[in-house]
T-cell receptor, first 111, second 112 residues
Framework: GQQLNQSPQSMFIQEGEDVSMNCTSS?????WLWYKQEPGEGPVLLIA?????ELTSNGRLTAQFGITRKDSFLNISASIPSDVGIYFCAGPRWNNNDMRFGAGTRLTVKP | KAGVTQTPRYLIKTRGQQVTLSCSPI?????VSWYQQTPGQGLQFLFE???????NKGNFPGRFSGRQFSNSRSEMNVSTLELGDSALYLC???????????FGPGTRLTVL
């Protein structure tokens, strides 16, 4: 089963609002990845994080690697309708390349 | 550069049959991983291949197998299909030593 706890499960927001989601684990991760999946497609890599405390941006998206190595956050600023999709966190477990995925956050943006 | 391609995109099989899915990675990517995605269990790691060798394996029964060819293309096989095998099967490729995986569009398998 999954070992990454992702929240919230779903979000319904108005266009223009900011969004924040997070991922936590009881295990240490040495890399955190954030993906977005749209219907009928595979996940697309958005941001990769490699160091504890690292803050990385990709356009309106910003992600952070938690200091404890057990959590990560993704923020989307000024949301637009095309942000709709399911956002997943993922990472290989420490000392183990077994890639784990969170259950996903389903984002709906109302125009 | 072309992305990861998977064939077929859709497949319908009946219980007891077997199925083979194909994945062509991004050119230059030698690592190929397979995942099963279902609404109930989410994305679950099946196995990873690198240089024609299985490097990691997830917690799936032996009915699930795979292989990789010298050109890095990969196939996965599911034998004796069960209703619960209905899922989206995703393939992802990456460069050696990188955790950044690039996914294909998936193969939607329905078992009746």
């Amino acid at each position: 089963g999954q070992q990454l706890n992702q929240s919230p499960q779903s979000m319904f927001i108005q266009e223009g609002e900011d969004v924040s989601m997070n991922c936590t684990s009881s295990s240490i991760f040495n890399t955190w990845l954030w993906y977005k999946q749209e219907p009928g497609e595979g996940p697309v890599l958005l941001i990769a994080l490699y160091k504890a405390g690292e803050l990385t941006s990709n356009g309106r998206l910003t992600a952070q690697f938690g200091i404890t190595r057990k959590d990560s956050f993704l923020n989307i600023s000024a949301s637009i309708p095309s942000d709709v999709g399911i956002y997943f966190c993922a990472g290989p477990r420490w000392n183990n390349n077994d890639m784990r995925f969170g259950a996903g956050t389903r984002l709906t943006v109302k125009p | 550069k072309a992305g990861v391609t998977q064939t077929p995109r859709y497949l319908i099989k009946t219980r007891g049959q077997q199925v083979t899915l194909s994945c062509s990675p991004i050119s230059g990517h030698r690592s190929v991983s397979w995942y099963q995605q279902t609404p109930g269990q989410g994305l679950q790691f099946l196995f990873e291949y690198f240089s024609e060798t299985q490097r990691n394996k997830g917690n799936f029964p032996g009915r699930f197998s795979g292989r990789q060819f010298s050109n890095s293309r990969s196939e996965m096989n599911v034998s004796t299909l069960e209703l619960g095998d209905s899922a989206l099967y995703l393939c992802a490729s990456s460069l050696e030593g990188s955790y950044e995986q690039f996914f294909g569009p998936g193969t939607r398998l329905t078992v009746l």
